[in-house]
């Protein structure tokens, strides 16, 4: 009983020796600090739509045309001006919708579009993280459904 008990302590610091060798192997300082530094998205004030129809969330349009798009909430007072990014995907499907289908607008839908295209990716991640977490894990009685709902690929 004896020997098998320092066969397995023995196999056991084996394989724990290959796992850390395997996982720090991709542990690079670079690599620990992207997965734990805070992700934002910049996108230019024009990239939203006409600025008739932003200046209702981002305020008028100004010298400073750098929004940075993060989870966090809409402000429009600060520099760079911050953009949910929930908020920033409902404002350019309901500015694209808004749009007439004009050759003159044209450009400016399929501008709009690729940043629709940016923002999508970016906010998927956060709400698959979301959903795939435990119900139980810190969120109160909250329906995870109503945190983020689901949004379509593409305006």
């Known amino acids: 009983m004896k020997r098998l008990r320092a066969v397995l302590r023995q196999h056991l610091k084996l394989a724990s020796l290959g796992l850390l060798l395997t996982v720090s192997?991709?542990?690079?300082?670079?690599?620990?600090?992207?997965?734990?530094?805070?992700?934002?998205?910049?996108?230019?004030?024009?990239?939203?739509?006409p600025e008739a129809m932003v200046v209702p969330a981002l305020g008028?349009?100004?010298?400073d045309?750098?929004?940075?798009?993060?989870?966090?909430?809409?402000?429009?007072?600060?520099?760079?001006?911050?953009?949910?990014?929930?908020?920033?995907?409902?404002?350019?499907?309901?500015?694209?919708?808004?749009?007439?289908?004009?050759?003159?607008?044209?450009?400016?839908?399929?501008?709009?579009?690729?940043?629709?295209?940016?923002?999508?990716?970016?906010?998927?991640?956060r709400r698959d993280a979301v959903l795939g977490s435990p119900p139980f894990f810190g969120r109160g009685n909250m329906m995870r459904m109503q945190l983020m709902p689901p949004m379509p690929p593409a305006i």
């Open 25 to 49: 192997g991709g542990c690079t300082r670079d690599a620990w600090q992207d997965a734990f530094t805070l992700k934002v998205l910049q996108v230019s004030y024009d990239d939203l739509g």
């Open 60 to 63: 008028p349009r100004g010298k």
């Open 65 to 125: 045309l750098t929004i940075t798009v993060h989870h966090g909430a809409t402000d429009a007072e600060a520099r760079p001006r911050l953009l949910n990014v929930h908020q920033g995907l409902l404002l350019l499907r309901k500015n694209h919708r808004s749009l007439p289908p004009t050759p003159a607008n044209d450009a400016l839908r399929q501008r709009m579009a690729r940043a629709y295209s940016r923002l999508y990716p970016y906010y998927r991640t």
